[in-house]
Every structure is written in structure tokens, then in C-alpha cells.
């Protein structure tokens, strides 16, 4: 069997295949390439003229170095064929051309812990435990594991007046980004990308018959003052941000009805499963993990797989971590 890799830096380019995975999707390179500071390109492996997996590589141009995500570990469709040796394929030939262009590799979010375990090993690459935090949403009741104090608060913020609901305009947007770019500017560790992943995130979410994401709003009075941003794929959505104007309006609980909204419409909408993109590091004091935990969800061990450009990096790291 040969294998043959076509590498798209275009989005028009992409021949027509299957998109099971939002995060190997054109529907997201389409919103990534409109988006200032990203510059994505994907990798889709054929066998003769046929597509049978493709990968999407998520360039975060910094101010001194460039960074390239991998969301899971690609999309494959057909039965025949070995996932793990199509990802072989790509995994060997990107490395082998990137390995040094980026001041680091990462794949994250595996939604199977041990995939490709032995390529990423070959080459080169050294893991780090991370954990996923995820809700079952398919049930009769969406707080039947959620803890008393949690529930608590969702019904207090309800009573008080606070709404919740999709972003509907683009002066909605507007409001809302303000906010989050304001509520994300002190968490160091958090990146917020351009308000144009938003406006493509919204213009896409206009189609209902095939939606690639919503976002929601938490509004008091007129004003909003919280809000959330999903993805969904595959009967699962993925929240990518949240935040409120906790300091101000910490009576209404605005960080728990953001999250409270994409979950509910979430569910209201067929999916089945919530998952926190960034339950972070397994430790034992993690305020955020702890912070969604309250929503009901499970944690799970997982991993993330790193390979930098400098080689000294790598062989300490290997050590530590392997």
C-alpha cells in the first residue's frame, strides 16, 4: 500500500472529504485563516485518489517565536486501513519538515490517551499528563450530579434576572468580546485570539442545518456581563472560552450561567457529551478544574505530546517526563 500526502495552505484548495472532527475541519481552518495570528495549514494523506485521513495544523504566530497546535490526532474514514498507520505517515513526514520552524510542537486534547504512542515516541516527542473534565448531558436531568452549591447558584442568578442565551448580533459580539479580551487580559496562562474568530465562529453558526459553533451571552439589565464559546463535533460540544464580569456582578454568578448556557443549549440541541477543553495539570489545588468540576462532569487522565526546536530541551524533558 502507498501512502500520498498533499499538504493545503488554502482553504479552497481542500478537496471535498468527510469532516467528522470539528477540529480536522475546513469549516475551522476556514474561521483559523481569517483569524490575525494564526495561519493554519492541513495535511491530508491518500491512498491513490482516494482522501483517507487528514490532520489540521494550528500555526499561533507569537511576537518572538511560533507556535503549531494539533487538536486530537487527525481525522481518518475508511475501515481498511490502520488509523495509527496513516497518522504514522503524517506524524513522520511533518516532523521530519517542522520540527525545527517551531519554537514547539503540541498535540492535545487526544480524545484516546495512548493513540499513536510509539510514533510520537519515535519521533521524538515526550508526553505530559493533563487531565479532561466531561459532562454526560444526555440524560432526563442536567443537575442531577452537579453539587447543591452549584445549583444554588444557577437559581439564584436566574431569579435575580439574569438571562441567558446565543449571541444574536453582531453588537452583541462587540459587548461580549470586550468583556472576555478585559476578563482574559489577567490570566496569563489563557489566549484569546482576534474578535475576526468570532465573527467567523458567528457567521458560520447562522447556518443551522450544519453549525460549527455557537456563543452564548449572559446579559442583566440589557448589559452583558458573561458569556461562553462551544464547538461541537460528533454529539459532543467543546467549550473553548468563558468568563464574567465577576467582580462587579458576583451576586449573579456571571462565570457559572456563561457555562451554564452552552451546556443547557448544549443539550437542548442532541449532544450528549460537554468537555472543558483545559482541565489542566493533575494536581491536587487547581481552582479552575475545580471550578467546572462543580458542574458535574468527570475527570480523566490524558496527555499531551510536546517536541521543541531546541534538542537539549527535548532529551531533559524525556527524562523528567518519561
Known amino acids: 500500500m502507498s501512502i500520498r ?43 491513490h485518489d482516494r482522501p483517507i485521513g487528514k490532520i489540521l495544523f494550528v500555526i499561533r504566530k507569537g511576537w518572538f517565536a511560533d507556535k503549531c497546535i494539533v487538536y486530537d490526532c487527525g481525522d481518518y474514514f475508511v475501515k481498511d486501513i490502520s488509523r495509527e498507520m496513516i497518522f504514522n505517515e503524517m506524524l513522520t513526514y511533518f516532523t521530519g519538515r517542522n520540527k525545527e520552524r517551531f519554537s514547539y510542537i503540541e498535540f492535545r486534547n487526544l480524545s484516546e490517551s495512548l493513540f499513536g504512542y510509539r510514533y510520537f515516541r519515535k519521533n521524538g516527542y515526550f508526553p505530559m499528563r493533563r487531565l479532561r473534565v466531561i459532562n454526560s448531558i444526555h440524560g432526563e ?44 487580559h489577567s490570566k496569563v496562562s489563557k489566549f484569546l485570539p482576534d474578535i475576526k474568530f468570532f465573527y467567523s465562529l458567528f457567521e458560520s453558526g447562522q447556518n443551522e442545518c450544519k453549525s460549527t459553533g455557537k456563543i452564548f451571552k449572559v446579559s442583566y439589565r440589557g448589559k452583558i456581563i458573561g458569556g461562553a464559546c462551544c464547538l ?91
Open 232 to 322: 461541537f463535533s460528533d454529539g459532543t460540544a467543546y467549550l473553548l472560552f468563558s468568563g464574567g464580569m465577576r467582580k462587579t456582578y458576583s451576586s449573579l454568578y456571571p462565570g457559572v450561567m456563561a457555562v451554564w448556557a452552552a451546556i443547557a443549549y448544549s443539550k437542548e440541541n442532541g449532544y450528549g457529551l460537554f468537555e472543558f477543553m483545559d482541565a489542566g495539570f493533575p494536581l491536587k489545588k487547581h481552582s479552575y478544574r475545580n471550578f467546572i468540576l462543580k458542574f458535574g462532569g468527570k475527570q480523566e487522565a490524558s496527555r499531551r505530546w510536546y517536541l521543541t526546536k531546541w534538542k537539549w530541551i527535548n532529551r531533559i524533558l524525556t527524562k523528567i517526563y518519561l
Open 5 to 47: 500526502l498533499v499538504t493545503y495552505e488554502n482553504s479552497k484548495d481542500i478537496p471535498d472529504m468527510p469532516n467528522r472532527n470539528v477540529f480536522h475541519s475546513v469549516d475551522l481552518f476556514r474561521i483559523l485563516e481569517q483569524t490575525p495570528r494564526y495561519s493554519p495549514f492541513m495535511l491530508v494523506a491518500f491512498e
Open 141 to 184: 436531568s442536567l443537575n442531577k450530579w452537579m453539587e447543591p452549591s452549584r445549583r444554588r447558584q444557577i437559581n439564584a442568578g436566574i431569579k435575580k434576572g439574569v438571562e441567558t442565551g446565543v449571541v444574536e448580533s453582531i453588537d452583541e459580539l462587540d459587548e461580549l468580546f470586550r468583556m472576555l479580551k478585559n476578563y482574559y
